[in-house]
């Protein structure tokens, strides 16, 4: 039953079905230098894929099983974390027991992936403690970056006084990633510009804290992805692109696709940079930066597996070699 036949230099590639198509570019590359890319979609965990463990004595043996067919933990020699949704395909109809189901799931794959004694970009519980923005924020700027004013709280009178501290220019947006489906569309809390009125009215966080920062004057903003010791960095000209983006590019995230251009960070940003993803344990990682009227930089945040597609050679007007340099970190 666990016989098979062995695959070498497996990287196991661990995401979920509706992912981007850049799984599929690190996997071309991987597969010219002799790899064999494995894709695990999570989200057809544990319905579609079966995943076993198994510890006798002195032996232990993972095996997995994909629609791709089956394979054996030891022939992994890379891990690439890019998305984790284990049990995000059980039935409704499971009732009560969908949630334990869920979280059974999620353990037992995540209890696997961290037993696989290999390189991995990244470590699972490395990419978790890297959600703390306030910590991130802390440690950016004990390295030398600057840092805009910022307020964590669910405290009415906090945000008041910060209010006044800031002149009545602060912006509000949530430490977490996430969209709030309405009648059938998909609502995504953007940065967005608190004013005199939104003081009136900040009941609601009663019932959720908010991250709220100075609001910085911005010429450009840059995405900088960490791969090992190497930062690609490109620029976005925001504010000369449309109202909805003043404050929050995503807005039309779209629209500006190829509108990025290269851009370099002075080099004791881009050493600060790689010190600070290295602190969480990262190999990679997707800064955001302000660059003020006057040139300054000013960092925002990391985010652990943030993407990149839209700035890789592949896809986009920057052209920036970010799936050339994972795949050569996964293969190394």
Avoid at 63 to 68: F, G, K, M, N, S
Avoid at 104 to 110: A, K
Avoid at 119 to 136: A, N
Avoid at 285 to 300: E, K, N, Q, S
Wanted: hydrophobic share 45%; glycine share 6%.
């Amino acid at each position: 039953m666990w016989e098979k036949q062995r695959v070498s230099k497996i990287c196991l590639i661990v995401t979920r079905s509706d992912d981007n198509p850049c799984v599929e570019v690190v996997s071309r590359l991987l597969r010219a230098q002799g790899m064999v890319p494995v894709r695990l979609d999570t989200d057809r965990y544990p319905m579609d894929i079966q995943v076993s463990t198994r510890f006798v004595d002195d032996d232990s043996r993972r095996v997995w099983v994909t629609p791709a067919g089956r394979f054996d933990g030891a022939d992994v020699v890379s891990v690439w974390y890019r998305r984790f949704h284990a049990g995000g395909s059980l039935p409704v109809e499971l009732g009560d027991l969908r949630v334990p189901a869920v979280d059974e799931s999620r353990r037992t794959l995540y209890g696997m992936i961290a037993a696989l004694d290999v390189p991995q970009m990244d470590r699972l519980e490395d990419v978790r403690r890297t959600d703390h923005k306030e910590l991130q924020l802390q440690r950016a700027r004990a390295l030398g970056l600057s840092i805009p004013r910022t307020l964590f709280s669910n405290d009415e009178d906090e945000v008041r006084a910060f209010f006044d501290v800031c002149g009545g220019r602060v912006v509000t947006k949530m430490q977490s990633s996430f969209a709030v489906m309405r009648d059938g569309l998909e609502h995504v809390v953007f940065t967005s510009v608190v004013d005199v009125a939104a003081l009136g009215d900040l009941g609601g966080l009663r019932w959720c804290p908010m991250q709220f920062q100075a609001l910085v004057d911005k010429r450009l903003e840059l995405r900088a992805t960490v791969v090992g010791d190497e930062v690609f960095c490109a620029a976005i000209d925001s504010q000369g692109h449309s109202e909805e983006t003043l404050i929050d590019w995503r807005k039309d995230g779209v629209g500006l696709l190829q509108k990025w251009t290269p851009y370099t960070l002075p080099s004791s940003t881009s050493r600060a940079l790689v010190q600070l993803v290295k602190s969480f344990g990262l190999s990679y990682a997707a800064a955001d930066f302000i660059v003020t009227p006057d040139g300054r930089l000013v960092f925002l945040e990391i985010n652990a597996g943030g993407e990149w597609f839209w700035l890789d050679e592949a896809f986009s007007s920057a052209r920036l070699p970010i799936a050339a340099a994972i795949a050569a970190w996964l293969q190394r």
